[in-house]
Nanobody, 124 residues
């Protein structure tokens, strides 16, 4: 069983930065890939990024590539999402998710464990 708690959301101006954190409880968190998804008002939840259990491999949605960086610290059981050059269209509730194993998946159906979400609002 893995429990996830996100933090770090907030209000920022366009061009600014935020860092989201996802703290995980449970053993063997390094056996799980850690992902970030987001859901904007009136839209479906979409994939943002994923990091392998070791932290050695990452994958990004095209919409955030070059602006967002995902990382993890397994000693702290935490996954991070550094978001730079934020745009108003990045406004959404951001969710942390985890799935067992190293295969990268972009479908939310592949992820068994979810956090409660944290709001990110980017003003123009």
């Amino acid at each position: 069983q893995v429990q996830l708690v996100e933090s770090g959301g907030g209000l920022v101006q366009a061009g600014g930065s935020l860092r989201l954190s996802c703290a995980a409880s449970g053993r063997s968190f390094s056996s799980y890939s850690g992902g970030w998804f987001r859901q904007a008002p009136g839209k479906e939840r979409e994939f943002v990024s994923v990091v392998s259990g070791s932290g050695g491999a990452t994958y990004y949605a095209d919409s955030v590539k070059g602006r967002f960086t995902i990382s993890r610290d397994n000693a702290k059981n935490t996954v991070y999402l550094q978001m730079n050059s934020l745009k108003p269209e990045d406004t959404a509730v951001y969710y942390c998710a985890a799935k067992f194993g190293s295969a990268f998946k972009t479908s939310e159906n592949e992820y068994r464990y979810w956090g409660q979400g944290t709001q990110v609002t980017v003003s123009s």
